[in-house]
Nanobody, 119 residues
Framework: VQLQASGGGLVPAGGSLRLSCVAS????????MAWFRQAPGKERESVAR?????????VYSDSVKGRFTLSRDKPKNTVFLQMNSLQFADTAVYYC????????????WGQGTQVTVSS
């Protein structure tokens, strides 16, 4: 499975961005997809997760709940992270990841996309 992330950029505080992540290859093996982020000097943290099978169950970290929305386009094997009311603290490199079926880990990772929020 290969993941291609896009959509990062520079945005003022309070603004919005939409990240996309397209999966290719053995996409039928994907159970869930997620976004993580890593800010300079900080550990990588989970942002949001969505099921790619059955209902589109989503889970958000407390820090983004109510501001970010994760959605999917299953036929296109794509997930979208709509980020609204961006804050300086959201500045980070964002990574998409995929969890295979019957695995309890994210085995596939895309390249990062930089999100910079100016204060």
């Amino acid at each position: 499975v290969q993941l291609q992330a896009s959509g990062g950029g520079l945005v003022p505080a309070g603004g919005s961005l939409r990240l996309s992540c397209v999966a290719s290859g053995r996409t039928d093996s994907i159970y869930a997809m997620a976004w993580f982020r890593q800010a300079p000097g900080k550990e990588r943290e989970s942002v949001a997760r969505i099921s790619m099978r059955g209902a589109s169950n989503t889970v958000y970290s407390d820090s983004v709940k109510g501001r970010f929305t994760l959605s999917r386009d299953k036929p296109k094997n794509t997930v979208f992270l709509q980020m609204n009311s961006l804050q300086f603290a959201d500045t980070a490199v964002y990574y998409c990841a995929a969890e295979p079926i019957q695995r309890d880990s994210y085995d596939y990772w895309g390249q990062g996309t930089q999100v910079t929020v100016s204060s």
